[in-house]
């Protein structure tokens, strides 16, 4: 339907709040999501692609066409917001009409239209109700509905799902991501939630601070994080970031991590030298051997599928996952070590990675 | 939906230039911009002062043909004077055709109202008050000097007492149309024989005053007075008759004088030491009720609300002069007031010359000899005129009640005519209201006080030099002040912002 | 209907020249409406614009101003200013917030008749019910003389007597306007989440504690709000003292504001009675500015 | 008795006691409560409604004369007429009265409505230049007593030659209107999530469209008590009308009730009442139909 660019887009509210030089390209169809934490950017760039804010800086294209200054009812963009917005005078069949009305559509077409469109959301019965006596769910049908009924050349979303409950929002998450193959509209969704971009992106964008942090599919953003912000945001429960050290020392290159040696095969370091690091490990990863880290179990998770354990390292907490229990009993004390095949290694200072999967990352920061 | 797309990327192409940031000093242009409307508002001031028209051409058209219209305003009080009013104006319009009056009734023409319209340079052509109200207006330049345009002989048809009530510093400037004042009412029910004396009146009204405290309804009161309701009117008939007076020849205020600190006194003990008067009285109308009600002997009034009291008190109700003080010999002398037409200055009301003239046939029609005996007649207004009253008194030999009138206006004084009246007014409920306060004031500092206070409001508003405004140096002043105070408060607010 | 929720700030600070266009009613009102009248206030208040100079008034500089300052009058005035607005405000803002907090509680029935009945005294107009009170507080005849003759009290002289003057008047404001502030604290006391209150009984706060803990902290800068506009109002509020006792008996009830209408209307001195409103004015600006500068009050504007 | 229990039974039995009492203690502090929350209601109730009830009865009655009331008379009883009523509406033009107060507070009840809908929309949601300066404006010229502007006021007007017009009476009171209704309405707005307007806009409306079709909706309760408020105004003002209508077509019925009260040669106590009840019944009607606008149309929530 519709493909978007977004080039050095940045807008300032001073302060060092807004969004500084984004770029990003959304293919025809795709569904892209941008994810971070809450006063990330990532709602504001949502807003200068639907032309609620305008952009200082940088230019914008829909479909080739530079839509950088447009007003938002000239883009051709519909939007669903997170508290879905929906005009309380209206029954749920004007507003599901209302766009449609603007265009000076015919009655007859926008009827027609708006049935096709709240059949397939299956919210057909609740026509003439207002969205005050509809529930939650219902809501976010005929916001999406409001949304979908014009055809746009490409669909916003605002953390659509923060406002149902967990059972419902999953439902919908897979409601969503129906949806959106069958009208295959392009889409850009903004959350918070990394379980709803991991689930229903094709590629996801991390922002920090205003700024792009990373954009990748969203199995490259579990499996290779750009840097710490990522390898801690994506991930639940959080990656394992501990302080650790890389020696050179007797050609060997060994990581010292809370007082452990940990040999380290192909990274690049000069002899005599030393590097500050952060090690960072998944729970997964996160094994129990007869040596390594000294760690004291403190909780115990069990979600069913997987245990979640909880171990002391000084003031240090390391989550450890399996799909079973290590046997282990609360108090007990034991020897943790990473997985060297994926452990990961962050720059102490720019907190770039910088070694993963047994192997220096391209282009990584080199200064020590 | 391509239609609006290719619009769209017209106004693309116009506007491919990425926009600029945050532009603060947009702000301060903004409160300037603001400040500056105010300060438009403020030169308002500088151009909405309405000028009156320039000097009047002396020369009064004899007669008009061209047609004129007059606006008038106070045709009187709702009733017999407005009935009678109409009629006389339906008069008018016929004998003179080519004037068309436009009049509003009396009772939202208040003097606050014409002082307004005579500053804007608004005020109706004719205008219809009370020869002091007229005198202050006349003295203020709102009203014309009417002495050239009226001719002797028709001056000398008035009686004396009223020409000098509507005559300042020599000039004529309005033609009264009645003469009033009040006198003593009394219910034959009550009291059989008008008291000739203070001590008489006294003497009837404690035997009448029955005061049972416990429901109101059964009290009877002999002399009902409320100090404080009356702006004075009725008080200043009182001043004579223990030798006292407003004000002096000199017209300055005496009101400290040991004579009218007694006549406040003898009207305060009324109510405190004679107990014939009920306390807490606001307003005249509770002492009408009294007295309509059979509940009162006595009432002060005029001969304008007879027609109410012989409704409710038919044959019992009666008049007489008020009774002379046998410590002093004196008679109380009411202010015989007058009510009259007055023509406005074109100052006030932009007048022209032929308006002038329409003006004073209208006036003149309206105090003629046959107005004035409807007006007695429908009405009860004393006239003014010395052929209307020979008609009133011819007519009114047999009746006891106009009896009462003429004794009463035996002993009368002229109405001050001149400004300085104004502060006698109110000054008098203010100062001598205070009396209420049951016994914790006394009379002599409290007529001190009203004295003072007259005194000084006299001063305060004729001794204040008056210079032209320089309206560059003033104007420039107030912007300034405007622009800073604008300025301050922009940047007070938004100073606070930042926290 | 009303979804409330926390307003969105708008970040979006460029400043809109348009949006001029959309408040110009409201500047020109503050320009020719406002300003001018104010600014010829001012402007008489210098000037000698009275009775003896009508036509022909000057400049006299300050001359009223000192006039007003040398003269026994003021210090009565301000001070009866003062009572009449501290006196009117202490009874009707309490007594608003305390009938709303009363229709506030859960499970209690009525509401809705005792609010359409609390309608009365704002619904009609009121100079109507100003007389209708002069009437009723008559020395004689008077409906509320006559009700304490029942209970064997004597008639008191409600309205003519410095004793009881201020307070009928206090009296008969407080009867106009406690149904306009029991409306506007409804409105603010319906704005607090249900959940605060169970909260704070879960807490086992008792009802006197759930006032000072819960309801007045999360509401203190409306109740300042409320209150600071109440006195404001009530301080320029002209036809109370004006119609029931006219500034009597005596000055004991005049008001800076009817002391004005008094100066320029009785005795004809406009620029007196200006420069009296001009000094209401600024004892109430500086009222308002400390005030703010503690309360915070303004804060609720934006 | 007392050996009958040992000591732990006691202890027991004394809180199954307490446990008892202490239950129907605290039903009675509730049942208290609410005796003394509706005790103080109906006391504040009867305050309000008594002088209403007072004028009311007199209206009905044909005493001529305060003085002449007594008790009694509060009560219905058979000496009751409609004649007061009669009096006024058929022996002035009471109708003409009515009609020129309705034109003069409809047209600026709607023109001030109107006005302020646009800016308190723009103070609220468009970034007005020195925006929070002209919000203190507004409020601080409340502070400024009408005594000081009725003189200006009428030398503009009558420059302007608006005195004894409607015109020269709309301007001013739908002026008044702007000012407080703008205050008003901006605030009910500022609680007003912003994404339904930007909703809109998605959908295809400009800002303005976006601003006057969904929010001028949503903001009804304030809007309607803004016009309430804004009618309350002129009806009821005498100070303003009396200066500048001297013309008795144009009379309004404050002026009327004026008029017929200080007319007639002395003040008819049930004339008088019964004005006050036919010009309090429509405003009083106007409040009641609007009643839970009143309360929701205040904005000062707690968010603000």
Same mark, same amino acid.
């Given at each position: 339907?519709?493909?978007?660019?977004?080039?050095?887009?940045?807008?300032?509210?001073?302060?060092?709040?807004?969004?500084?030089?984004?770029?990003?390209?959304?293919?025809?169809?795709?569904?892209?999501?941008?994810?971070?934490?809450?006063?990330?950017?990532?709602?504001?760039?949502?807003?200068?692609?639907?032309?609620?804010?305008?952009?200082?800086?940088?230019?914008?294209?829909?479909?080739?066409?530079?839509?950088?200054?447009?007003?938002?009812?000239?883009?051709?963009?519909?939007?669903?917001?997170?508290?879905?917005?929906?005009?309380?005078?209206?029954?749920?069949?004007?507003?599901?009409?209302?766009?449609?009305?603007?265009?000076?559509?015919?009655?007859?077409?926008?009827?027609?239209?708006?049935?096709?469109?709240?059949?397939?959301?299956?919210?057909?019965?609740?026509?003439?109700?207002?969205?005050?006596?509809?529930?939650?769910?219902?809501?976010?049908?005929?916001?999406?509905?409001?949304?979908?009924?014009?055809?746009?050349?490409?669909?916003?979303?605002?953390?659509?799902?923060?406002?149902?409950?967990?059972?419902?929002?999953?439902?919908?998450?897979?409601?969503?991501?129906?949806?959106?193959?069958?009208?295959?509209?392009?889409?850009?969704?903004?959350?918070?939630?990394?379980?709803?971009?991991?689930?229903?992106?094709?590629?996801?964008?991390?922002?920090?601070?205003?700024?792009?942090?990373?954009?990748?599919?969203?199995?490259?953003?579990?499996?290779?994080?750009?840097?710490?912000?990522?390898?801690?945001?994506?991930?639940?429960?959080?990656?394992?970031?501990?302080?650790?050290?890389?020696?050179?020392?007797?050609?060997?290159?060994?990581?010292?991590?809370?007082?452990?040696?940990?040999?380290?095969?192909?990274?690049?370091?000069?002899?005599?030298?030393?590097?500050?690091?952060?090690?960072?490990?998944?729970?997964?990863?996160?094994?129990?051997?007869?040596?390594?880290?000294?760690?004291?179990?403190?909780?115990?998770?069990?979600?069913?599928?997987?245990?979640?354990?909880?171990?002391?390292?000084?003031?240090?907490?390391?989550?450890?996952?399996?799909?079973?229990?290590?046997?282990?009993?609360?108090?007990?004390?034991?020897?943790?070590?990473?997985?060297?095949?994926?452990?990961?290694?962050?720059?102490?200072?720019?907190?770039?990675?910088?070694?993963?999967?047994?192997?220096?990352?391209?282009?990584?920061?080199?200064?020590? | 939906?391509?239609?609006?797309?290719?619009?769209?990327?017209?106004?693309?192409?116009?506007?491919?230039?990425?926009?600029?940031?945050?532009?603060?000093?947009?702000?301060?242009?903004?409160?300037?911009?603001?400040?500056?409307?105010?300060?438009?508002?403020?030169?308002?001031?500088?151009?909405?002062?309405?000028?009156?028209?320039?000097?009047?051409?002396?020369?009064?058209? &004899?007669?008009?043909?061209?047609?004129?219209?007059?606006?008038?305003?106070?045709?009187?009080?709702?009733?017999?004077?407005?009935?009678?009013?109409?009629?006389?104006?339906?008069?008018?319009?016929?004998?003179?055709?080519?004037?068309?009056?436009?009049?509003?009734?009396?009772?939202?023409?208040?003097?606050?109202?014409?002082?307004?319209?005579?500053? &804007?340079?608004?005020?109706?052509?004719?205008?219809?008050?009370?020869?002091?109200?007229?005198?202050?207006?006349?003295?203020?330049?709102?009203?014309?000097?009417?002495?050239?345009?009226?001719?002797?002989?028709?001056?000398?048809?008035?009686?004396?007492?009223?020409?000098?009530?509507?005559?300042?510093?020599?000039?004529?400037?309005?033609?009264?149309?009645?003469?009033?004042?009040?006198?003593?009412?009394?219910?034959?029910?009550?009291?059989?024989?008008?008291?000739?004396?203070?001590?008489?009146?006294?003497?009837? &009204?404690?035997?009448?005053?029955?005061?049972?405290?416990?429901?109101?309804?059964?009290?009877?009161?002999?002399?009902?007075?409320?100090?404080?309701?009356?702006?004075?009117?009725?008080?200043?008939?009182?001043?004579?008759?223990?030798?006292?007076?407003?004000?002096?020849?000199?017209?300055?205020?005496?009101?400290?004088?040991?004579?009218?600190?007694?006549?406040?006194?003898?009207?305060?003990?009324?109510?405190?030491?004679?107990?014939?008067?009920?306390?807490?009285?606001?307003?005249? &109308?509770?002492?009408?009720?009294?007295?309509?009600?059979?509940?009162?002997?006595?009432?002060?009034?005029?001969?304008?609300?007879?027609?109410?009291?012989?409704?409710?008190?038919?044959?019992?109700?009666?008049?007489?002069?008020?009774?002379?003080?046998?410590?002093?010999?004196?008679?109380?002398?009411?202010?015989?007031?007058?009510?009259?037409?007055?023509?406005?200055?074109?100052?006030?009301?932009?007048?022209?010359?032929?308006?002038?003239?329409?003006?004073?046939?209208?006036?003149?029609?309206?105090?003629?000899?046959?107005?004035?005996?409807?007006?007695?007649?429908?009405?009860?207004?004393?006239?003014?005129?010395?052929?209307?009253?020979?008609?009133?008194?011819?007519?009114?030999?047999?009746?006891?009640?106009?009896?009462?009138?003429?004794?009463?206006?035996?002993?009368?004084?002229?109405?001050?005519?001149?400004?300085?009246?104004?502060?006698?007014?109110?000054?008098?409920?203010?100062?001598?209201?205070?009396?209420?306060?049951?016994?914790?004031?006394?009379?002599?500092?409290?007529?001190?006080?009203?004295?003072?206070?007259?005194?000084?409001?006299?001063?305060?508003?004729?001794?204040?030099?008056?210079?032209?405004?320089?309206?560059?140096?003033?104007?420039?002043?107030?912007?300034?002040?405007?622009?800073?105070?604008?300025?301050?408060?922009?940047?007070?607010?938004?100073?606070?912002?930042?926290? | 209907?009303?979804?409330?929720?926390?307003?969105?700030?708008?970040?979006?600070?460029?400043?809109?020249?348009?949006?001029?266009?959309?408040?110009?009613?409201?500047?020109?009102?503050?320009?020719?409406?406002?300003?001018?009248?104010?600014?010829?206030?001012?402007?008489?208040?210098?000037?000698?614009?009275?009775?003896?100079?009508?036509?022909?008034?000057?400049?006299?500089?300050?001359?009223?101003?000192?006039?007003?300052?040398?003269?026994?009058?003021?210090?009565?005035?301000?001070?009866?200013?003062?009572?009449?607005?501290?006196?009117?405000?202490?009874?009707?803002?309490?007594?608003?917030?305390?009938?709303?907090?009363?229709?506030?509680?859960?499970?209690?029935?009525?509401?809705?008749?005792?609010?359409?009945?609390?309608?009365?005294?704002?619904?009609?107009?009121?100079?109507?019910?100003?007389?209708?009170?002069?009437?009723?507080?008559?020395?004689?005849?008077?409906?509320?003389?006559?009700?304490?003759?029942?209970?064997?009290?004597?008639?008191?002289?409600?309205?003519?007597?410095?004793?009881?003057?201020?307070?009928?008047?206090?009296?008969?404001?407080?009867?106009?306007?406690?149904?306009?502030?029991?409306?506007?604290?409804?409105?603010?006391?319906?704005?607090?989440?249900?959940?605060?209150?169970?909260?704070?009984?879960?807490?086992?706060?008792?009802?006197?504690?759930?006032?000072?803990?819960?309801?007045?902290?999360?509401?203190?800068?409306?109740?300042?709000?409320?209150?600071?506009?109440?006195?404001?109002?009530?301080?320029?509020?002209?036809?109370?003292?004006?119609?029931?006792?006219?500034?009597?008996?005596?000055?004991?009830?005049?008001?800076?504001?009817?002391?004005?209408?008094?100066?320029?209307?009785?005795?004809?001195?406009?620029?007196?009675?200006?420069?009296?409103?001009?000094?209401?004015?600024?004892?109430?600006?500086?009222?308002?500015?400390?005030?703010?500068?503690?309360?915070?009050?303004?804060?609720?504007?934006? | 008795?007392?050996?009958?229990?040992?000591?732990?039974?006691?202890?027991?039995?004394?809180?199954?006691?307490?446990?008892?009492?202490?239950?129907?203690?605290?039903?009675?502090?509730?049942?208290?409560?609410?005796?003394?929350?509706?005790?103080?209601?109906?006391?504040?109730?009867?305050?309000?409604?008594?002088?209403?009830?007072?004028?009311?009865?007199?209206?009905?009655?044909?005493?001529?004369?305060?003085?002449?009331?007594?008790?009694?008379?509060?009560?219905?009883?058979?000496?009751?007429?409609?004649?007061?009523?009669?009096?006024?509406?058929?022996?002035?033009?009471?109708?003409?009265?009515?009609?020129?107060?309705?034109?003069?507070?409809?047209?600026?009840?709607?023109?001030?409505?109107?006005?302020?809908?646009?800016?308190?929309?723009?103070?609220?949601?468009?970034?007005?230049?020195?925006?929070?300066?002209?919000?203190?404006?507004?409020?601080?010229?409340?502070?400024?007593?009408?005594?000081?502007?009725?003189?200006?006021?009428?030398?503009?007007?009558?420059?302007?030659?608006?005195?004894?017009?409607?015109?020269?009476?709309?301007?001013?009171?739908?002026?008044?209107?702007?000012?407080?209704?703008?205050?008003?309405?901006?605030?009910?707005?500022?609680?007003?999530?912003?994404?339904?307007?930007?909703?809109?806009?998605?959908?295809?409306?400009?800002?303005?469209?976006?601003?006057?079709?969904?929010?001028?909706?949503?903001?009804?309760?304030?809007?309607?008590?803004?016009?309430?408020?804004?009618?309350?105004?002129?009806?009821?003002?005498?100070?303003?009308?009396?200066?500048?209508?001297?013309?008795?077509?144009?009379?309004?019925?404050?002026?009327?009730?004026?008029?017929?009260?200080?007319?007639?040669?002395?003040?008819?106590?049930?004339?008088?009442?019964?004005?006050?009840?036919?010009?309090?019944?429509?405003?009083?009607?106007?409040?009641?139909?609007?009643?839970?606008?009143?309360?929701?149309?205040?904005?000062?929530?707690?968010?603000?």
């Amino acid at each position: 339907m519709g493909s978007l660019s977004l080039q050095n887009i940045g807008r300032n509210f001073g302060k060092n709040k807004g969004v500084f030089d984004v770029n990003f390209e959304v293919e025809n169809g795709e569904f892209f999501v941008i994810l971070g934490p809450s006063g990330c950017g990532k709602t504001t760039t949502l807003r200068i692609i639907a032309g609620l804010e305008t952009a200082d800086t940088g230019h914008m294209f829909l479909d080739d066409r530079e839509i950088t200054n447009f007003p938002p009812r000239m883009r051709n963009i519909a939007m669903v917001f997170q508290n879905y917005a929906l005009y309380p005078f209206m029954t749920v069949k004007q507003n599901i009409q209302f766009p449609l009305k603007i265009m000076k559509m015919s009655k007859a077409d926008q009827d027609a239209k708006a049935e096709e469109v709240a059949k397939m959301l299956g919210i057909d019965d609740l026509m003439e109700r207002k969205p005050g006596e509809i529930s939650g769910g219902q809501r976010q049908r005929v916001a999406l509905g409001r949304a979908l009924v014009r055809e746009p050349a490409l669909f916003l979303m605002d953390e659509p799902l923060s406002n149902l409950d967990a059972k419902l929002r999953t439902q919908m998450r897979v409601e969503l991501k129906r949806l959106q193959r069958e009208f295959n509209t392009t889409t850009v969704y903004v959350t918070h939630d990394q379980v709803e971009a991991t689930t229903l992106a094709d590629r996801a964008c991390i922002m920090n601070g205003g700024r792009v942090v990373q954009l990748e599919g969203p199995l490259e953003l579990y499996n290779s994080p750009a840097d710490t912000f990522v390898a801690t945001f994506v991930g639940d429960p959080p990656m394992n970031m501990i302080p650790a050290k890389v020696k050179a020392a007797n050609n060997e290159v060994m990581l010292e991590v809370l007082g452990q040696l940990i040999p380290l095969k192909n990274f690049t370091i000069e002899e005599g030298q030393e590097r500050e690091v952060k090690l960072g490990v998944r729970p997964e990863d996160t094994l129990v051997g007869d040596q390594g880290i000294e760690a004291n179990l403190a909780v115990i998770q069990n979600v069913g599928k997987s245990v979640y354990e909880y171990f002391k390292v000084g003031d240090l907490t390391i989550v450890k996952q399996d799909t079973k229990n290590s046997g282990l009993v609360i108090g007990q004390n034991c020897y943790l070590f990473p997985d060297p095949a994926k452990l990961m290694l962050f720059d102490e200072a720019s907190g770039k990675l910088i070694y993963k999967g047994g192997k220096m990352v391209k282009n990584a920061p080199t200064t020590a | 939906m391509s239609n609006s797309k290719k619009d769209a990327s017209k106004e693309a192409k116009s506007r491919l230039l990425p926009k600029h940031g945050n532009v603060f000093w947009l702000k301060g242009f903004a409160v300037v911009a603001v400040t500056a409307l105010f300060i438009l508002g403020g030169f308002v001031v500088l151009f909405s002062h309405p000028q009156g028209s320039g000097p009047l051409s002396t020369s009064v058209p &004899a007669t008009s043909s061209n047609s004129v219209t007059i606006t008038v305003w106070g045709s009187g009080s709702p009733g017999g004077e407005q009935h009678v009013f109409n009629s006389t104006l339906a008069y008018f319009e016929a004998q003179y055709p080519n004037i068309t009056v436009q009049d509003s009734p009396a009772i939202n023409v208040a003097s606050t109202n014409f002082a307004s319209a005579a500053h &804007a340079g608004n005020a109706p052509d004719v205008y219809r008050d009370t020869s002091d109200n007229a005198g202050a207006l006349y003295a203020s330049g709102s009203v014309l000097n009417l002495s050239s345009y009226l001719n002797q002989s028709f001056v000398n048809s008035f009686t004396t007492g009223t020409i000098k009530d509507w005559t300042l510093n020599g000039a004529l400037y309005g033609v009264p149309v009645n003469t009033n004042g009040v006198g003593l009412y009394y219910n034959m029910k009550l009291v059989k024989t008008p008291p000739k004396t203070v001590y008489q009146m006294l003497q009837d &009204a404690a035997n009448v005053t029955k005061n049972t405290t416990s429901t109101t309804n059964t009290s009877v009161w002999g002399m009902p007075y409320g100090l404080g309701t009356n702006y004075g009117y009725r008080a200043a008939a009182w001043f004579p008759a223990f030798g006292g007076q407003i004000f002096n020849s000199q017209e300055v205020p005496v009101l400290n004088s040991s004579q009218d600190t007694s006549a406040v006194s003898f009207l305060y003990n009324l109510t405190y030491v004679k107990n014939v008067s009920p306390k807490g009285l606001t307003s005249m &109308a509770q002492e009408q009720q009294l007295f309509e009600t059979n509940r009162s002997a006595f009432i002060i009034d005029g001969p304008w609300d007879q027609s109410l009291y012989t409704s409710y008190l038919g044959s019992n109700l009666n008049v007489t002069a008020l009774p002379y003080d046998n410590a002093t010999g004196h008679y109380p002398a009411p202010i015989w007031g007058s009510i009259g037409y007055f023509i406005t200055s074109p100052q006030a009301s932009g007048i022209t010359s032929s308006q002038i003239w329409a003006s004073l046939k209208f006036i003149q029609f309206e105090t003629n000899l046959t107005a004035q005996k409807n007006l007695f007649t429908k009405a009860g207004d004393f006239p003014s005129l010395k052929a209307a009253g020979a008609f009133a008194a011819n007519q009114t030999a047999s009746d006891p009640l106009a009896a009462g009138w003429i004794a009463q206006e035996a002993h009368t004084q002229i109405q001050p005519n001149f400004p300085q009246m104004n502060f006698y007014w109110s000054n008098f409920h203010t100062y001598v209201g205070n009396l209420y306060d049951n016994g914790t004031h006394n009379v002599s500092s409290v007529m001190q006080a009203f004295q003072n206070a007259v005194v000084s409001q006299i001063n305060q508003e004729t001794a204040t030099p008056a210079a032209p405004v320089n309206w560059t140096l003033y104007g420039g002043i107030i912007a300034a002040v405007v622009i800073v105070a604008g300025v301050g408060a922009f940047f007070y607010t938004s100073r606070k912002k930042k926290n | 209907m009303t979804e409330r929720a926390m307003p969105i700030k708008n970040n979006n600070r460029r400043i809109d020249f348009k949006s001029l266009l959309w408040i110009l009613p409201v500047l020109i009102v503050l320009a020719f409406l406002d300003f001018y009248p104010i600014l010829e206030g001012i402007y008489f208040s210098l000037t000698d614009f009275n009775q003896f100079h009508f036509f022909n008034y000057g400049f006299v500089g300050f001359a009223n101003y000192s006039y007003i300052f040398g003269s026994p009058e003021l210090r009565t005035v301000i001070a009866n200013t003062l009572v009449w607005s501290v006196g009117s405000t202490v009874v009707m803002v309490p007594a608003g917030f305390m009938l709303a907090l009363i229709m506030n509680q859960k499970n209690l029935r009525g509401k809705y008749i005792y609010r359409s009945l609390y309608l009365f005294p704002w619904a009609f107009p009121a100079f109507l019910t100003i007389l209708v009170w002069s009437n009723m507080l008559a020395y004689n005849g008077g409906v509320v003389n006559d009700l304490l003759g029942l209970v064997g009290i004597s008639s008191i002289a409600w309205l003519t007597s410095p004793t009881y003057a201020m307070f009928s008047i206090i009296f008969v404001n407080f009867w106009l306007s406690f149904p306009y502030y029991t409306f506007v604290y409804t409105s603010a006391v319906q704005s607090i989440p249900n959940e605060l209150y169970e909260a704070a009984e879960m807490d086992g706060y008792g009802s006197l504690r759930t006032l000072t803990r819960v309801t007045l902290p999360l509401l203190k800068r409306q109740v300042a709000f409320i209150t600071i506009f109440g006195f404001i109002f009530t301080w320029n509020n002209f036809y109370v003292p004006f119609l029931l006792t006219g500034g009597g008996p005596g000055i004991s009830t005049q008001i800076l504001i009817t002391y004005s209408y008094l100066e320029a209307f009785s005795y004809s001195n406009y620029a007196l009675g200006a420069a009296y409103a001009i000094i209401s004015i600024l004892i109430l600006l500086v009222f308002v500015i400390v005030t703010n500068h503690y309360t915070k009050m303004m804060s609720i504007l934006y | 008795m007392e050996n009958k229990y040992s000591k732990k039974e006691k202890v027991q039995r004394r809180e199954e006691v307490d446990v008892f009492r202490m239950n129907n203690y605290y039903k009675n502090i509730r049942t208290l409560k609410k005796i003394a929350s509706h005790l103080v209601l109906i006391l504040f109730a009867l305050f309000a409604v008594f002088p209403i009830y007072y004028v009311v009865i007199t209206s009905l009655n044909s005493i001529g004369s305060l003085s002449a009331s007594s008790l009694a008379d509060l009560l219905p009883n058979t000496k009751m007429t409609l004649v007061n009523y009669s009096q006024i509406i058929f022996q002035h033009p009471f109708f003409i009265w009515l009609r020129n107060t309705l034109i003069l507070t409809v047209a600026s009840t709607f023109i001030g409505v109107m006005l302020s809908i646009t800016s308190g929309l723009a103070m609220s949601r468009l970034n007005v230049p020195a925006k929070r300066m002209l919000l203190y404006m507004l409020l601080i010229l409340s502070l400024f007593p009408f005594t000081m502007m009725v003189i200006p006021f009428y030398f503009m007007f009558s420059n302007f030659h608006l005195l004894n017009t409607y015109l020269g009476l709309i301007i001013p009171y739908s002026a008044g209107a702007v000012i407080y209704s703008t205050y008003l309405i901006k605030n009910y707005v500022d609680g007003l999530p912003t994404s339904y307007e930007e909703a809109a806009q998605m959908d295809g409306l400009s800002k303005a469209g976006a601003l006057f079709r969904i929010l001028v909706p949503m903001a009804r309760p304030v809007i309607v008590f803004a016009a309430v408020l804004a009618f309350m105004g002129p009806y009821t003002d005498y100070a303003l009308a009396g200066q500048f209508i001297s013309s008795p077509s144009l009379y309004t019925l404050a002026i009327g009730m004026y008029y017929v009260s200080q007319g007639s040669i002395t003040m008819n106590y049930g004339t008088y009442a019964a004005f006050s009840v036919l010009m309090g019944i429509p405003i009083f009607i106007l409040f009641f139909v609007f009643q839970k606008y009143l309360v929701s149309g205040f904005s000062l929530s707690m968010y603000k």
